[in-house]
């Protein structure tokens, strides 16, 4: 019974040697599992880096028309036809809920074409 314990013991002992050779005879080191282990993980950053900016690209591309219709509004101009309308403050609220409202659908139409072409197993089509 004491031999076989030492035996299992000795076995035990050698079995990270034999690892370590086995490894050797295949090509793989610490060095190569360490550059896997690396490049996953920066790889894992880069996806989540990819899809932040994508949400802020969606952001972007709402906010961008809406911008831009403040900022010509905002100019305080004495011949814009708006400002001496008895509505123009409406109107003005109309256009950037009309441009929310296309923008929404493009965005909507889009996604759309995307979650088909990924159930089809197609690539997914070129944005517009």
Same mark, same amino acid.
């Given at each position: 019974?004491?031999?076989?314990?030492?035996?299992?013991?000795?076995?035990?002992?050698?079995?990270?040697?034999?690892? !370590?050779?086995?490894?050797?005879?295949?090509?793989?080191?610490?060095?190569?599992?360490?550059?896997?282990?690396?490049?996953?993980?920066?790889?894992?950053?880069?996806? !989540?880096?990819?899809?932040?900016?994508? !949400?802020?690209?969606?952001?972007?591309?709402?906010?961008?028309?809406?911008?831009?219709?403040?900022?010509?509004?905002?100019?305080?101009?004495?011949?814009?036809?708006?400002?001496?309308?008895?509505?123009?403050?409406?109107?003005? !609220?109309?256009?950037?809920?009309?441009?929310? #409202?296309?923008?929404?659908?493009?965005?909507?139409?889009?996604?759309?074409?995307?979650?088909? #072409?990924?159930? #089809?197993?197609?690539?997914?089509?070129?944005?517009?």
């Amino acid at each position: 019974m004491i031999e076989i314990i030492h035996e299992l013991d000795f076995e035990a002992r050698r079995a990270p040697d034999q690892h !370590r050779r086995g490894r050797r005879l295949h090509g793989i080191n610490d060095r190569d599992i360490l550059n896997d282990a690396v490049a996953g993980a920066m790889s894992i950053i880069s996806y !989540r880096t990819s899809m932040f900016l994508n !949400r802020l690209t969606i952001v972007s591309f709402v906010f961008l028309p809406l911008t831009f219709l403040v900022g010509v509004y905002g100019m305080n101009f004495e011949h814009q036809p708006e400002y001496k309308w008895p509505n123009g403050y409406l109107f003005f !609220r109309c256009i950037a809920a009309a441009v929310v #409202a296309v923008v929404l659908a493009i965005i909507q139409r889009s996604r759309r074409q995307w979650n088909r #072409a990924l159930r #089809a197993g197609r690539e997914a089509p070129k944005p517009i």
